[in-house]
């Protein structure tokens, strides 16, 4: 026999051989139903967006007992233009203490709410102040008390304490990820991509106090952690979605 039909012969072999078969059979296999399946998995673990209940635009600062709308006339600087929010529900206040008056005891809010799953997670504020020509000073969090309610009863915040050209200011700021809270954008991200919840969305929500250079910033934080203390339970019971809600994926979506 010629070393040619040897050959032949010994592919044939290996062709018709169970092994190769059944080799063959699962490669088909997986090749036809690979396509499908991955499809179906990116059905049933993809997250869709949910709305709040209540706009942030409609957010009422009479409803906080420690705090009040400040004067409109007040020169307080606001921290971010409305343009530089990144989605269009948000509210951006300017609230003083109840017992101050002029421009004492003021403190900015300023809360931002996505739900789009490809949503960017926002800069924080240490990044924003540096862009705009700030001194960050110092970095560090702090321990918020809730109260009672259907929510966590303490919330770690960070804190950062910015030296600007005109005035220096205390800010407390946390995230917002379907109900839970986090200091890091990291960690937003690995909450919202982690399965579980069909519907997501995410919050910054960000007090700002202005303290002068003359002035230590121990009041003005303590002002800004403040507003946070009420500002989180008023955010959960009336505009953040419910934790039942996140469960189920909206009606027609994602078929």
């Known amino acids: 026999m010629e070393s040619k039909?040897?050959?032949r012969t010994g592919a044939i072999r290996r062709l018709c051989s169970p092994i190769f078969g059944t080799t063959a059979l699962i490669l088909l296999v997986a090749a036809v139903a690979l396509d499908p399946a991955m499809?179906?998995?990116d059905i049933h673990f993809r997250k869709t967006s949910i709305l709040p209940r209540v706009s942030l635009s409609a957010f009422d600062a009479a409803t906080?007992?420690?705090f009040k709308s400040a004067p409109k006339e007040s020169p307080f600087l606001d921290p971010h233009p409305d343009d530089d929010a990144g989605t269009r529900d948000h509210?951006?206040?300017?609230?003083q203490e109840r017992d101050a008056n002029g421009t004492d005891g003021q403190v900015i809010?300023?809360?931002t709410y996505y739900s789009d799953p490809n949503d960017q997670v926002p800069h924080t504020p240490e990044v924003c102040y540096r862009q705009i020509g700030g001194v960050v000073r110092a970095i560090g969090s702090r321990t918020v008390e809730l109260g009672q309610g259907d929510w966590?009863?303490?919330v770690e915040v960070r804190t950062v304490i910015v030296e600007q050209e005109l005035a220096n200011a205390a800010i407390a700021y946390v995230f917002c990820a379907n109900g839970r809270f986090y200091t890091r954008r990291n960690e937003v991200r690995l909450a919202l991509g982690w399965p579980g919840d069909k519907r997501v969305y995410f919050s910054k929500i960000e007090a700002v106090s202005r303290f002068e250079r003359?002035?230590?910033p121990d009041l003005a934080m303590a002002r800004a952690c403040k507003l946070l203390s009420e500002v989180l339970p008023?955010?959960?019971?009336r505009h953040f979605p419910r934790q039942a809600d996140l469960k189920h994926r909206a009606v027609g979506a994602a078929r």
């Open 5 to 7: 039909d040897i050959v």
């Open 39 to 41: 499809t179906a998995l």
């Open 64 to 66: 906080l007992p420690s």
């Open 91 to 95: 509210v951006l206040q300017r609230l």
């Open 109 to 111: 809010l300023f809360v």
């Open 152 to 154: 966590p009863k303490r």
């Open 214 to 216: 003359d002035e230590q």
């Open 234 to 237: 008023a955010l959960l019971t």
